[in-house]
C-alpha cells in the first residue's frame, strides 16, 4: 500500500517533470533539441523515464553526510553568502526559522530531506547550467564535485561520453583532457570505497573518544585505525591514523580523569590530585568546544573569492589535520602528565608537573602555567595558612612540612620536618626552611609559650606582604609574592618569638646563671660549696643522702654571694647524684644540674645538659685538685715552729728531712703552677672567650634556630676548647692520671707532714726527757717514752727515706706524664692550644729540659 | 485532516517554496509538493535530487535513459 503510493507519486512527478514546458535554460550547443512535437514518442518517452526514476530510486544510495537540519540550512545560507546574495540569505534564514517552528500535524516531517533536496537541486541546475561551456571556462575541472552522488556522476558521465561522442573528433580535441580527468576521477571513487566527508566525520568522533561507523578503536595495535576491510589509498589510511592519535591521548586523560573521580570518597585522591583533574578537565572543555565548532563547520562549503569554482566540504582531512596540530600538543602534554602523576601526590605531583614546564615553547609555556596555577593552588593556601596562622590543614599529607605529635620539649626540634619528596623543585630549599620555622614558630609560641601576640605580628606581615589573609591570595608563578609573604612573616613572628623568649622567659639570664653556677664562674659560692661539701664527699658514694648535699647547697648559697641573686635562678639549681659503682667515692658522683623547664627546655635539651653535666664535672676535678693542693700548701707552709723542729736533729737526718722537704716543695710548685695555668686557660680563655662569643652572636640572632645554633656553637667551644671532645681524648685521660697523681701527692704530703710533726713534737718531748725514744710512727704511741734519742733518730730517717722514695716516684711519673701531655698540646689540630702552652712552659723550662718538644 | 493541520500543511509548502525560489530550483509548486510528499515517505533526497535532475536536463532525450536490464 505504501509503495502503491510513493509508486503514484513518483509516476506524477516524472510527469510533472517531463512535461514540463520551459526548458530553464535552453542549450544551443546541445545538437540534438526538444522535440515537442512527437506524441507517440512522448508517451514512449515518459514510459521510459518512469522506469528509469525508479531504478534511481530503487538504487541502494543513502545520503552521505550526517543529518543534521540546523547545519543544513547553516550551510545552504553560507553558500548564498559566498555567492554574494546575502539579502537572500537572510531572507532564507527567516523563512527556515518559520519552516522548522511548523510542527505538529499536517507540518513536514522530514525537513531535512526536503532542504537538503532543495539544496542538491538547485546545485544541480547551476551546474547544468554551467556546464555547456565548462570546456572553455575552466582551466582544471574539480575531480570531485563532492555534493554529488556518485551514482549520478557515474550517469551524467556516461551520458556526456556518449553524447559527445563526435564532438571529441571534430570539435574540441581539449575534451580528451576533459574526459581523462573523469576517467581518473572515477578510478578514484572507485578505490575510495568511503568518501572522505565519512572519514571526516568518523575522525571527529574519534578523536572524542567514540567509535565511528570505520574509524575504530583497535585494541591489538592500541589506536583508532581505519579497519582494514575498507579499501582507502595508504595516504589516507596513515593520515587517519595519526589524527586518530589525538582520540588515543584523549582517551588516556579521560580515562584517568573518571578513575580518580572515581577513586575520590574511597582513597585520598588529595587536593592537589583533585585540582588537576579539575584543571584537565577545563582544558577538555575547550577541547570539545572546538570540536563542537569543527564538526558544525564540517559540511560547510569552503568560502572561495571566484564564484565560478565550486568548493568541497569545508573539512577535509588535511583541514583537519591542521586544526588540530594546536590540540594535539596539549593533548601529549596532558597525556605525559597524566602519566607521570598516576603514582604521585601532593607536593611530589605539583613539583613533577613543574619539571614539565621548563619549555621553551610559548603555547606550552602558557598552558603549562595556566594548569600549574590550578594544581597549585592548594599547595599555596596550605603555605599560607602555615605561614600566618600555623596551621597545618592537610588531611591527605600533601604538604612538605610534616608534623609529629610530641612532647612540648621537642616540638621544636622534632614537633616537624620538611617532607623532600613532597617539596615541589619551585621552591627551593631554603625558602622550605624559611616556611618550616615560621610555622614552627607560631606553634611554639602557641603551644609552649602560651603566647597570643603572634597573631598580630602575622596579620601585620600578611598587610606589608600585600595580600589579604584570607583565602587564595596567592598562585603559581607568583614566587616572589610568596618569598615576600613568607619573608615579612618570618621576619615578625621570628622577632616576637625572640622577645619572648628574651623578655618573658629571660633567656640570657638563665644562661648567666648556668655559667656561673654550673660552670662555677661564681667563685665565692664554689669555694663555700667545696668547703662544705668536702667531708661529705670523701664518705663512698652509697652512703651519702641527696637531701643532706642539697641542704648544704642551700647553705653554700646563703653565704655566698648568690643569695641575692633571682629566687627564681636559685630555684632552679638542685643537687644530682649520678649513678654510681662501689667504690666510687662521693666525688666521683656529686653533681650540680639547672632546671631549664618549658619553653626553655628547648634550648636547655637533655642532650645539651648531659654536655654540661660533663664540663661540670670536669671542673668541679680541677677546682678539687686546686682545692686540694691549696689545703696542702696552708700545712707545708714553711714557718718558724718546722724550721726550729730540725735543729734537734742531728745532721744526716736533718740533710735527708731537707732534702725530703725541698723535693715536696719543688713538686708541689710544679703541680701548683701546672694547675693554676690550666685553671686560668679553661676560665680565661675557654669560657669567658666563649661567652663574650655567645653574647654577641645572641645579640644578633634572628630567629629561634639562630640562637639554638649560637648555643649549641658556645657549648660545643667549651667543650672542644676544655679537651672533653672526642679527638681530645688521650689529652683529657692523660689530664685525669695528673690529676689522680696531684691528689696522691696531696696525701702524701699530708702524711709527710703528720710525720714530721710528730718526730718534731717526741723531740721537743725528749728535751724534758732526754732518754726517751723516739719510736717513730703514731701507730704506738705508747712506746715512744721508752726508745730513745737514736731509736728516734732512726726511725726519723726510715720514715722520711720511704717519703723520699715515694715523693721522687710521684715526681718521676708526674713529669714523665706532664711532658708528655705539653708535648701533645702543639700537635692537636682541632683547637688553638698555643696559649696554654705558652703559660704552662712560660720560662721554656719544659722545653729546654726535652728538646724534642 | 482537521482545518489546523490542512493550514500547516499549506503554511509548509508555501515556506518550501519560497526557498526553493530563493535556491533557484525551477521546481514548480506541484512538484514540489510532490517531492516533499515523496521526502515524508522516507525516500532518500539525493535519489530524488538525481531523479528530478536526470529526467528535467534534458527531458526530450529518451536515448539517454539506458535500456532496462
Request: hydrophobic share 40%; aromatic share 8%.
Amino acid at each position: 500500500m505504501e509503495d502503491q503510493k510513493v509508486l503514484d507519486l513518483v509516476k506524477e512527478l516524472v510527469n510533472r517533470l517531463i512535461s514540463q514546458p520551459q526548458n530553464p535554460n535552453p542549450n544551443p550547443n546541445q545538437p540534438i533539441s526538444v522535440n515537442p512535437n512527437s506524441s507517440s514518442v512522448d508517451l514512449n518517452h515518459s514510459h521510459q523515464a518512469l522506469r528509469y526514476a525508479i531504478r534511481i530510486l530503487s538504487s541502494r544510495m543513502t545520503p552521505s553526510i550526517a543529518v543534521d537540519e540546523a547545519a543544513m540550512a547553516e550551510s545552504i545560507k553560507r553558500q548564498l553568502v559566498t555567492q554574494g546574495k546575502s539579502s537572500e540569505a537572510l531572507t532564507f534564514a527567516d523563512l527556515y526559522s518559520k519552516f522548522s517552528s511548523k510542527t505538529g500535524p499536517g507540518s513536514i516531517n522530514n525537513k531535512w530531506a526536503v532542504l537538503y533536496l532543495l539544496r542538491v537541486v538547485s546545485e544541480d541546475r547551476k551546474i547544468s547550467r554551467k556546464q555547456p561551456n565548462s570546456t572553455v571556462s575552466r582551466g582544471l575541472p574539480a575531480i570531485f564535485d563532492s555534493q554529488l552522488s556518485d551514482n549520478s556522476r557515474v550517469s551524467r558521465d556516461k551520458e556526456r561520453g556518449w553524447s559527445g561522442g563526435v564532438l571529441v573528433v571534430s570539435k574540441d580535441p581539449e575534451n580528451i583532457r576533459d574526459i581523462a580527468f573523469r576517467d581518473f576521477a572515477n578510478l578514484l571513487k572507485e578505490e575510495n570505497e568511503v568518501s572522505e566527508e565519512v572519514l571526516v566525520r568518523d575522525v571527529l568522533y574519534a578523536s572524542q573518544g567514540i567509535d565511528g561507523a570505520y574509524v575504530k578503536f583497535d585494541e591489538n595495535i592500541d589506536g583508532y585505525a581505519l579497519s582494514d576491510s575498507i579499501k582507502v589509498p595508504r595516504a589516507t589510511r596513515i593520515m587517519i591514523q595519526k589524527l586518530c592519535e589525538l582520540g588515543w591521548l584523549f582517551r588516556k586523560v579521560k580515562g584517568y580523569i573518571s578513575e580518580s573521580m572515581d577513586r575520590f570518597p574511597a582513597e585520598d585522591v588529595g587536593t592537589v590530585g583533585q585540582a588537576f583533574c579539575a584543571a584537565l578537565q577545563d582544558e577538555l572543555t575547550e577541547y570539545y568546544k572546538l570540536l563542537a565548532v569543527l564538526e558544525a563547520q564540517a559540511m560547510n562549503p569552503i568560502p572561495l573569492v571566484s564564484e565560478s569554482a565550486s568548493s568541497g566540504n569545508y573539512l577535509s582531512l588535511r583541514r583537519i589535520s591542521v586544526w588540530f596540530a594546536e590540540p594535539m600538543v596539549k593533548m601529549r602534554l596532558m597525556a605525559v602528565l597524566v602519566d607521570v602523576c598516576k603514582v604521585l601526590r601532593g607536593g611530589a605531583m605539583a613539583g613533577s608537573i613543574h619539571m614539565h614546564a621548563q619549555h621553551g615553547d610559548p603555547l606550552v609555556h602558557d598552558f603549562m602555567k595556566r594548569l600549574l596555577r590550578r594544581v597549585c593552588s592548594p599547595l599555596f593556601e596550605m603555605v599560607r595558612s602555615w605561614v600566618l596562622e600555623g596551621e597545618l590543614e592537610d588531611i591527605f599529607a600533601e604538604f612538605f612540612v610534616v608534623g609529629q605529635p610530641v612532647k612540648a620539649e621537642s616540638l621544636w626540634r622534632e614537633g616537624y620536618r620538611l617532607h623532600p619528596g613532597m617539596l615541589p623543585s619551585f621552591i627551593s630549599s631554603s625558602l622550605a626552611q624559611r616556611i618550616l620555622r615560621t610555622g614552627k614558630s607560631i606553634n611554639f609560641l602557641r603551644v609552649c609559650c602560651e603566647d597570643r601576640g603572634w597573631a598580630d605580628a602575622a596579620t601585620e606581615a600578611a598587610a606589608a606582604a600585600g595580600t589579604t589573609t584570607g583565602r587564595g591570595g596567592l598562585g603559581y608563578g607568583e614566587t616572589d609574592a610568596l618569598e615576600l609573604l613568607v619573608a615579612e612573616a618570618a621576619k615578625r613572628i621570628d622577632k616576637h618569638l625572640l622577645e619572648v623568649i628574651y623578655n618573658r622567659y629571660k633567656f640570657k639570664d638563665h644562661c648567666l646563671a648556668i655559667k656561673r653556677y654550673l660552670l662555677l664562674g661564681q667563685g665565692d659560692f664554689v669555694q663555700y660549696l667545696m668547703d662544705i661539701v668536702g667531708p661529705e664527699l670523701s664518705e663512698p658514694a652509697n652512703t651519702i643522702s641527696t637531701f643532706k648535699l642539697a641542704g648544704l647547697l642551700e647553705t653554700a648559697i646563703r653565704s655566698s654571694n648568690a643569695q641575692y641573686d633571682d629566687s627564681d635562678i636559685l630555684d632552679r639549681l638542685r643537687v644530682k647524684m649520678m649513678p654510681h659503682n662501689t667504690g666510687d667515692r662521693g666525688w666521683d658522683v656529686f653533681s650540680l644540674e639547672y632546671d631549664a623547664r618549658v619553653p626553655l627546655d628547648t634550648v636547655f635539651t637533655e642532650s645539651v645538659m648531659s654536655r654540661y653535666l660533663r664540663i661540670f664535672n670536669f671542673l668541679w676535678k680541677l677546682r678539687r685538685v686546686e682545692h686540694a693542693l691549696i689545703s696542702t700548701w696552708k700545712t707545708m707552709k714553711p714557718n718558724c715552729i718546722t724550721s726550729r723542729s730540725f735543729i734537734k736533729l742531728q745532721q744526716a737526718a736533718k740533710v735527708k728531712l731537707l732534702s725530703t722537704l725541698r723535693k715536696c716543695q719543688v713538686l708541689w710548685d710544679e703541680m701548683n703552677h701546672f694547675v693554676s695555668n690550666l685553671q686560668y686557660y679553661i676560665m680565661f680563655e675557654v669560657l669567658e672567650v666563649s661567652w663574650s662569643n655567645f653574647s654577641n652572636e645572641m645579640e644578633a640572632s634572628k630567629d629561634l634556630d639562630d640562637l639554638l645554633a649560637a648555643h649549641e656553637k658556645y657549648l660545643h667551644s667549651i667543650v672542644e676548647k676544655s679537651l672533653l671532645g672526642e679527638r681530645s681524648q688521650s689529652l683529657y685521660e692523660t689530664l685525669f692520671v695528673l690529676f689522680d697523681l696531684i691528689l696522691r701527692f696531696r696525701s702524701l704530703a699530708d702524711r709527710l707532714y703528720e710525720g714530721i710533726y710528730e718526730v718534731q713534737a717526741r723531740s721537743t718531748d725528749d728535751k724534758k726527757k732526754p732518754s726517751r725514744q723516739l719510736s717513730g710512727k703514731s701507730a704506738e704511741p705508747g712506746s715512744w717514752a721508752t726508745e730513745g734519742r737514736k731509736a728516734l733518730t732512726q726511725h726519723a730517717s726510715k720514715f722520711l727515706s720511704t717519703m723520699s722514695q715515694e715523693l721522687d716516684d710521684i715526681g718521676k711519673k708526674y713529669s714523665s706524664l706532664l711532658t708528655g701531655f705539653i708535648s701533645e698540646l702543639p700537635v692537636q689540630q682541632h683547637i688553638d692550644l698555643k696559649f696554654l702552652l705558652f703559660r704552662l712552659d712560660f720560662t721554656e723550662f719544659y722545653s729546654q729540659s726535652r728538646p724534642n718538644i | 485532516m482537521d482545518s489546523e493541520a490542512a493550514r500547516t500543511a499549506r503554511d509548509s509548502l508555501e515556506l518550501a517554496f519560497q526557498m526553493s525560489n530563493i535556491l533557484d530550483t525551477g521546481v514548480d509548486r506541484h512538484t514540489l509538493s510532490v517531492l516533499i510528499a515523496l521526502c515524508d515517505l522516507g525516500l532518500n533526497p539525493e535519489a530524488l535530487a538525481a531523479v528530478v535532475k536526470e529526467l528535467r536536463t534534458d527531458p526530450s532525450l529518451p536515448s539517454t535513459i539506458p535500456p532496462d536490464s
